[in-house]
């Protein structure tokens, strides 16, 4: 049969992505796995090569004859940007194909809705990617990430009430960076860093514990963005009818109990003073934990009932958590359905530095892997 252009593009494709996977492999292993002949390992490697996807690591020890050549994927053949944008910083990462961090770099600037600030970080993120010294052909894309909603294209926020940046596009935002960028929530960037770094996760809700409450699904390994890029927003979702105001300016968000934020003004202390207190056991820490919890556990659990998935804790809070926490949590669920839940699990997130940025930058990462056909 004769091997159409098709073919031959899957084949390489199939070679690729099999060392990709295997982060090592020799061409004998590749031959038997990827089910191709040897000639046609050796063409499709020498090719990766010559385009600088792959690379000879080194021999393996001889099995008799000539010693195997190791190969591997070039981790930094292409790299990806990632930023996030919050009310007080701008956090930039840059991440080879494996995810690892490059560099990052981080510019303390308040948030402003308007061109100065718009120019100010966008020279920051050109000069960040600069300085990395990859060319603009290995540059797989630029994502900001923020708090706000973006629309199915990622070309505009659709919702941003926290920074009051509704509406900004980014034509306006690339236009100051001098490169074309893309538009993410930043919980759903999060998410998906969790989800890149950890391939066997089944399905799985994430509940971003930072000042502000964020959330996003992962589903079948992909990020679940919806019928029109909303994905998740568990953190409107009604705990308390006529409790506190939310910034949306409904009452009784979720929002308003289970973020930092929301942990506060229970407390009246920033977060490290309370977690310090509640550590020594003091009494009244202890009871307004333990209110806080409530409101988490009834999060979780509108959540687990809605969906069959497991649950991550991420973020700000996630970091002062203790499985005893999570033991609770679990308790305060059980109590509250008739439905057995051992099946399903709540942990943290593994992700703890930068993951919105990370995150950012693994989506461009993984749209490459996706579509690799050269
Ligand atoms: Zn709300």
Redesign the pocket.
Known sequence: MAVTPEIRKLNKRNTYLYIYKHKECSKQELASSVGQSLPTVNQNVNELQDEGFVRIAGLYESTGGRKPMVLQCTPDARVAAGVQILSGQVTAVLLDLYGTVLSCEILREPYKNEDAYFQKIGKFIADFINAGGYSDDKLLGITLATQGVADYAHKKLVYGRILDNKGLSADRLSACIGRPCILMHDSETAAFAESFHRPDLRDSSYIFLNDYLGSASIINGSLYRGNHGRGQLL??V?LVQGGRK???????????YCGAYGLHKMSGLPTDAFFRLLRTRDERTLKIWDEYLDYLALLLHNVLMTMDVDIILGGLLRKYMLPEDLQIITEKIRSQTDFDISDRTITLEYITDYPAARGAALYLVQHFLDNFEI
């Open positions: 953190e409107h009604k939310c910034y949306c300016g409904q009452y009784g968000c979720a929002e308003s």
